[in-house]
Antibody, heavy 116, light 110 residues
Framework: QVQLQESGPGVVKSSETLSLTCSVS????????WSWIRQPPGRGLEWIGY???????KYNPSLQSRVTISLDTSKKQFALKLGSVIPGDTAVYYC??????????WGQGALVTVSS | QTVVTQEPSFSVSPGGTVTLTCGLS?????????PTWYQQTPGQAPRTLIF???LRSAGVPNRFSGSILENKAALTITGAQPEDESVYYC??????????FGGGTKLTVL
């Protein structure tokens, strides 16, 4: 059973870069797609993007100019960077396995608050 | 930009049957969108119930079923249980290889 765990700062200042890491255990990081999804408090889900084990990426067009997803196979981790954040980027950020729309396994989520 | 639409809320009596739908602001939902249904309870990550229109994820009770009804994806709960009270999200595969979620349906069982 694949398990995912998000980690990173819980508070980020406006205009700075949000950085999160997802650690994968219980399975190989190779041969799979890995995604980031977010959920503002009390609101719905938004797919941010994915990375394939080859390093190819696909991003949500609404966030594409600010998002980078990267992969470190040796550490079995993948990472999210979201630049120029605003308070509206405050959300629970989930990492998940799969390119979508079926995300087979999810992390527990990490709340990131953007302070103004 | 095409938006994925869901009913904001729905109510069902225990033991009753309810059908939630997932549509598009422009166009019809088809199996090519690989409709996926998630259940989310407060404080938890979403859990896949149905993927690829009508395939039940492992461990999901067979009272949950998926289909395409009148150009929308549909999630039917037959014999609703109190523990089914949750928010249900659909997700679709959109052109360009991106995934898009609906706004979610809050289901009340009472």
């Amino acid at each position: 059973q694949v398990q995912l765990q998000e980690s990173g700062p819980g508070v980020v200042k406006s205009s700075e870069t949000l950085s999160l890491t997802c650690s994968v255990s219980g399975g190989s990081i190779s041969g799979s797609y890995w995604s980031w999804i977010r959920q503002p408090p009390g609101r719905g889900l938004e797919w941010i993007g994915y990375i394939y084990h080859s390093g190819s990426t696909k991003y949500n067009p609404s966030l594409q100019s600010r998002v980078t997803i990267s992969l470190d196979t040796s550490k079995k981790q993948f990472a999210l960077k979201l630049g120029s954040v605003i308070p509206g980027d405050t959300a629970v950020y989930y990492c998940a396995k799969g390119p979508g729309p079926n995300f087979e396994f999810w992390g527990q989520g990490a709340l990131v608050t953007v302070s103004s | 930009q095409t938006v994925v639409t869901q009913e904001p809320s729905f109510s069902v009596s225990p033991g009753g049957t309810v059908t939630l739908t997932c549509g598009l602001s422009s166009g019809a939902v088809s199996t090519g969108h690989y409709p996926t249904w998630y259940q989310q309870t407060p404080g938890q990550a979403p859990r896949t119930l149905i993927f690829s229109t009508n395939l039940r994820s492992a461990g999901v009770p067979n009272r949950f079923s998926g289909s395409i009804l009148e150009n929308k994806a549909a999630l039917t709960i037959t014999g609703a249980q109190p523990e089914d009270e949750s928010v249900y999200y659909c997700a679709l595969y959109m052109s360009g290889g991106i995934s898009s979620f609906g706004g979610g349906t809050k289901l009340t069982v009472l």
